[in-house]
Structure formats: C-alpha cells, structure tokens
C-alpha cells in the first residue's frame, strides 16, 4: 500500500474499500486494538481553520493507536508570523512525522501539500475549501449503517440547507453513490444549491416538505456564513422559517428516520432544539464515530508510510 493510502477525497475510495474502513472503525467502536505499527510513528495535525470535532477526534484516534502525536496550533505558531502553509509542512515533516491531517481554507491545498511531500509521507484531508471532508463523510456512513442497516440501496436521503457552500455535503453525497443509494433528495434556498452537474443523481426539490417526504436519513447543514459572499440569505430567521428542520417538518418523513448534522450548529436556524436535542437526533453518535473512522483512516495511512 503506498500513495493510495492518502485520503484526500472519497473519490480515491472504491465501495469496497469505503466497506472496509466502515468495518474497520466499527471493531474499534466493539474494543479492537490498533495493529503493530513503528514504534516511533507520528501524526501530525495542521489546521489551518478551526475546528472541535475533526481535530479532537483525530487526535483522539491517534492516541487509540498509541502513536506520537504532533498538534499545530496557527495562533501560537510561525505562520502567524507569515510562513506558508508549505515551508510549515516541510519543516514539520523534517521532524519525522509519518502522517499529517490536514485542514486549509483553499480547495485543493491539501492535495497541493501532498504533491510537494517526501514519498512516504501520508496525508488525509480533514477538509478542505468547499471541495471534500472524506473522513466526515466515512464517518455519517457508520452512522448511518448502524442506525438503517448495511444495505445502502434503499435508503432514502434527504440532504438539506447551504450545500453550496459544504464540503461535508459533497463528500456525503459521493459516499452515497457509492454506496448504492439511489434516492438522494437535496433543497435548500436557490443561491445555496450546487450547480446539478456536481450532484448528477441527486433530485433538486423545491419545497422542503416534499424533500423530507418519506425520507429515512435527513442530513442537515450549517449555514455557512464565513464562506458566502453577500446577501445570498435574507435573514437567518427567513431561512428558519423556510428551511429550518423543526418537529412539524420532520414529521414529514419517516417516523424512525435519523437527523444528522456534522456541526457546529446554528441552533434556531437550520436546526431546532427540539430536533438537535430530539430522540430521532445521531448528532452525538457521529461524533463518537469520527473516533473510530479516523482510527481506521490513520491506521491505513501509517501502514501505507514505510520510512
Ligand atoms: N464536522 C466538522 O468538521 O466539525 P469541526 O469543524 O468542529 O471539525
């Protein structure tokens, strides 16, 4: 296993291979150990742009392998003081890092600090730009199988809000195709959709309540303000209004169906309380499943990192 042992978009998966992380992650979560790996083997964690969830739980999975764990912080670092992305991957790597988990606000940096790394460095994207979030949607995968079962087929999804602006949405929705969904819903306010050619088997629906009709998995997604030019939503409370997941509107699709949302939330605009903190809510199991998909991720990379 060598450079296929990066994971910078689901588009470097095959079914087979998204089938065998899923079941990799979910022996970590049954109590597996970590295979043998380099006594000396190191992670490396560069965000570029915030983050709780990703960075936390990788670090989390790292421990869980019993690896070295390197975490870089841009406020206390010299890239505060103007070092590029790529003279501060160098200088890390210099330090013997294996693996290094990426997060950059640009699509395609992760990718573009892949190509300038030494041939048996790794990288996995945790996020980059609009483009891909490959472990997130891993991640929702488990949780979606664990909740409706292995067989993706007859899944119906229904992936709602700014999906223009998500990374979290694309990876989701080629994991899915992948996966052999065949209903897969998407809506939200015109300006916030994707153009149809990104998402070629998904149905474009106008009205929320027909997007949610009879779904069993509703992926909901933060409005992404930090990456959207100027008046592209009226208010946050127009948006509630019409494309906000509340109890009344949930009741629309299935009664066991699940919502998801990869956070952070806006409470009150994409999402309600009701439904966040609702019996029908995964929010929480697919942050615990980030653990051990990541887990798995690293593991892959580090075994595909021959020093
Ligand atoms: N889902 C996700 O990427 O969350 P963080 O930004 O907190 O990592």
Redesign the pocket.
Known sequence: MGLESNLIAISDLTEPKIRELMARARAFSEGALGRQLPRDACVATLFFE??????LSFQRAAQRLGVDLLSFEVANSSASKGETALDTMRNIEAMGVDVFVVRHKEDGAVAGLACEAGEHTRFVN??DGRSN?PT?ALLDMVTIAQNKGEDFSQRRVAIVGDIKHSR?ARSDYQALVLLGVRDIRVCGPKPLLPDADEMPDAVFVDRLEDALADADVVMTLRLQRERMECGLVESTEAYHRDYGITAARLAHATPDAIVMH???MNRGVEIADAVADGAQSRILQQVRNGVFVRAAVLERALEGSRR
Do not use: E, I, L, Y
């Open positions: 915030p983050s709780t969830r990703t960075k945790a996020g979030h997130q979290v990869p956070g952070p």
